[in-house]
């Protein structure tokens, strides 16, 4: 990691680098970087396929340090988050790890995340957005205090059928008993982390959380360990291929920040989004109850929900209509790609109401550049 004496003028570097991007440059053989959060982080290391079966049938490791992490400590914090978030975080355990999201009044989403119990009154909440201005005001009236730490801990996601394997050959003795959703504390060389049974694959899979001046020494350890095992560094594309398949939501891709959005109806609710199952009404009340529970009442008008399309060809940003003849438009695509594992043509898609119910079948326009000629095809699509 550079060093502030070194560090350039903003002008000149306006993103950060992470305490693994030595090692991930060296290993860059298409040079293919994206912004993350005010970092730079790398799209594809070689190329998608390889990395993509990478995590299907090895070890991969991926960078997550841009990853926005917030310490919430105090007597008040489960109070405070239970207020904050639309899950019942007073049932998670210390040394447990949930997944939420946390609407507005009106019960559209501000973003998703991952909460972790690190002590009765300590947690870490990870979004992939900076949202400490939501954090700070929703914490008015709550004994708790709230800190962005995400230069403070870098952190590696550790994915794959062989992650397990791997890591307990690196040091992680034990890491076999962590079950889904736990954190266990361990060592590498000397060098404390704390890993979580997390990730964003839908495959066996670890994230470790680390000091930034360990990055480096962990990274080379794991490689070292999981050299025989077909380890391999990967980017965000392949990881978008495989979190599709696991049904995993992306934001500013499958939904927008309702802080974000502009237009009438472009926020999204978690009814909408498939969420239901993390909203607790029972809990009391939190920020967007009463918006949720009057559409429960009435039913969401629209639903995301996965498509298998025939066709090999992924249906990017495609329109769905009812009928093949693409008259009656009910629906879009927000993600889609040929899943190489499941050998179908698979996509995510905000649908109206009247069209979600599985078996369901909608037409997706999809186009087709064949020698910078476009063709238009109307492939059929099955709710699944």
Same mark, same amino acid.
């Given at each position: 990691?550079?060093?502030?004496?070194?560090?350039?003028?903003?002008?000149?570097?306006?993103?950060?680098?992470?305490?693994?991007?030595?090692?991930?440059?060296?290993?860059?053989?298409?040079?293919?970087?994206?912004?993350?959060?005010?970092?730079?982080?790398?799209?594809? +290391?070689?190329?998608?396929?390889? *990395?993509?079966?990478? @995590?299907?049938?090895?070890?991969?490791?991926?960078?997550?340090?841009?990853?926005?992490?917030?310490?919430?400590?105090?007597?008040?914090?489960?109070?405070?988050?239970?207020?904050?978030?639309?899950? /019942?975080?007073?049932?998670? &355990?210390? /040394?447990?790890?949930?997944?939420?999201?946390?609407?507005?009044?009106?019960?559209?989403? =501000?973003? #998703?995340?991952?909460?972790?119990?690190?002590? *009765?009154?300590? +947690?870490?909440?990870?979004?992939?957005?900076?949202?400490?201005?939501?954090?700070?005001?929703?914490?008015?009236?709550?004994?708790?205090?709230? %800190? *962005?730490?995400?230069?403070?801990?870098?952190?590696?996601?550790?994915?794959?059928?062989?992650?397990?394997?791997?890591?307990?050959?690196?040091?992680?003795?034990? @890491?076999?008993?962590?079950?889904?959703?736990?954190?266990?504390?361990?060592?590498?060389?000397?060098?404390?982390?704390?890993?979580?049974?997390?990730?964003?694959?839908? /495959?066996?899979?670890?994230? !470790?959380?680390?000091?930034?001046? #360990?990055?480096?020494?962990?990274?080379?350890?794991?490689?070292?360990?999981?050299?025989?095992?077909?380890?391999?560094? @990967?980017?965000?594309?392949?990881?978008? =291929?495989? $979190?599709?398949?696991?049904?995993?939501?992306?934001?500013?891709?499958?939904?927008?920040?309702? *802080?974000?959005?502009?237009?009438?109806?472009?926020?999204?609710?978690?009814?909408?989004?498939? !969420?239901?199952?993390?909203?607790?009404?029972? &809990?009391?009340? +939190?920020?967007?109850? $009463?918006?949720?529970?009057?559409?429960?009442?009435?039913?969401?008008?629209?639903?995301?929900?996965?498509?298998? =399309?025939?066709?090999?060809?992924?249906?990017?940003?495609? !329109?769905?209509? %009812?009928? %093949?003849?693409? &008259?009656?438009?009910?629906?879009?695509?927000?993600?889609?790609?040929?899943?190489?594992?499941? &050998?179908?043509?698979?996509?995510?898609?905000?649908?109206?109401?009247?069209?979600?119910?599985?078996?369901?079948?909608?037409? %997706?326009?999809?186009?087709?550049?064949?020698?910078?000629?476009?063709?238009?095809?109307?492939?059929?699509?099955?709710?699944?």
């Amino acid at each position: 990691m550079t060093s502030p004496k070194t560090l350039a003028p903003h002008f000149q570097q306006p993103l950060l680098e992470t305490p693994f991007h030595a090692r991930a440059r060296a290993l860059s053989q298409v040079d293919s970087f994206v912004a993350w959060a005010g970092y730079t982080t790398v799209d594809v +290391f070689t190329t998608v396929e390889q *990395e993509y079966f990478a @995590i299907r049938n090895a070890t991969t490791l991926y960078d997550l340090t841009p990853m926005v992490k917030y310490r919430i400590v105090g007597p008040d914090a489960v109070p405070y988050l239970n207020r904050l978030v639309t899950r /019942d975080l007073a049932k998670l &355990k210390p /040394d447990r790890v949930a997944y939420c999201v946390w609407c507005n009044d009106a019960g559209h989403l =501000i973003d #998703d995340g991952t909460v972790f119990r690190l002590g *009765e009154t300590e +947690f870490q909440l990870c979004t992939a957005e900076r949202q400490i201005d939501w954090l700070l005001d929703s914490a008015i009236g709550f004994d708790v205090r709230i %800190a *962005e730490v995400t230069e403070d801990i870098a952190a590696l996601a550790v994915q794959g059928p062989t992650s397990c394997a791997v890591l307990t050959a690196a040091g992680l003795v034990g @890491i076999d008993r962590l079950k889904p959703f736990e954190i266990g504390y361990f060592s590498v060389d000397g060098r404390r982390l704390t890993a979580s049974r997390t990730g964003f694959t839908g /495959d066996l899979g670890y994230e !470790l959380w680390m000091a930034p001046q #360990d990055a480096e020494a962990v990274w080379d350890a794991l490689m070292a360990a999981g050299r025989s095992r077909g380890v391999r560094a @990967i980017g965000s594309q392949a990881l978008n =291929i495989a $979190r599709l398949e696991a049904g995993f939501l992306s934001p500013n891709v499958d939904f927008i920040s309702a *802080e974000h959005t502009i237009r009438p109806g472009r926020d999204r609710s978690p009814l909408e989004l498939g !969420l239901a199952w993390l909203v607790d009404f029972d &809990k009391g009340h +939190f920020n967007g109850r $009463r918006a949720l529970l009057a559409e429960r009442r009435r039913g969401p008008r629209r639903q995301l929900v996965g498509l298998d =399309i025939a066709g090999n060809k992924p249906a990017h940003n495609a !329109l769905l209509y %009812a009928e %093949a003849n693409g &008259k009656r438009e009910i629906g879009s695509v927000s993600s889609a790609a040929w899943s190489p594992t499941c &050998k179908r043509n698979i996509a995510l898609a905000m649908v109206e109401a009247s069209h979600v119910q599985m078996g369901s079948t909608v037409w %997706a326009e999809i186009y087709l550049n064949r020698e910078l000629v476009w063709e238009r095809r109307m492939s059929r699509a099955v709710v699944v």
